[in-house]
């Protein structure tokens, strides 16, 4: 079982920042492709960015040059760094894992997922 958690969630203006953190205690993050969804109410869900075992990113085109996102494997911590925040970014944001080393850009490639953390700009 693979347990994926999501933190720092938060209401925020616009053109501020949040960081946002996704642990594990039973999935090891560094060896695997990991990413960020994100869903708003009424809308698909979406990607927002994924990095690979080799530390290579994707960005959505909606967040590129304003999201970064990176991990620590010696906390086994993934981040998702926000900065510039518009109210479109408004969503429950998802981490996601898979059990491959690179990324694709597709919501099925990733069969795991945490419970998701809301971000809010107004």
């Known amino acids: 079982h693979v347990q994926l958690v999501e933190s720092g969630g938060a209401s925020v203006q616009a053109g501020g920042s949040l960081r946002l953190s996704c642990s594990s205690s039973?999935?090891?993050?560094?060896?695997?492709?990991v990413g960020w969804f994100r869903q708003a109410p009424g809308k698909e869900r979406e990607g927002v960015a994924t990095?690979?075992?080799?530390?290579?990113?994707f960005y959505g085109d909606s967040v590129k040059g304003r999201f970064t996102v990176s991990k620590d494997t010696a906390k086994n911590t993934l981040y998702l760094q926000m900065t510039n925040l518009r109210p479109e970014d408004t969503a429950m944001y998802y981490c996601?894992?898979?059990?491959?080393?690179?990324?694709?850009?597709?919501?099925?490639?990733?069969?795991?997922w945490g419970q998701g953390t809301q971000v809010t700009v107004s």
């Open positions: 039973t999935y090891t993050i560094g060896p695997y492709c």
């Open positions: 996601a894992a898979t059990s491959y080393w690179d990324c694709r850009w597709y919501q099925s490639h990733f069969p795991y």
């Open positions: 990095i690979n075992s080799l530390n290579t990113t």
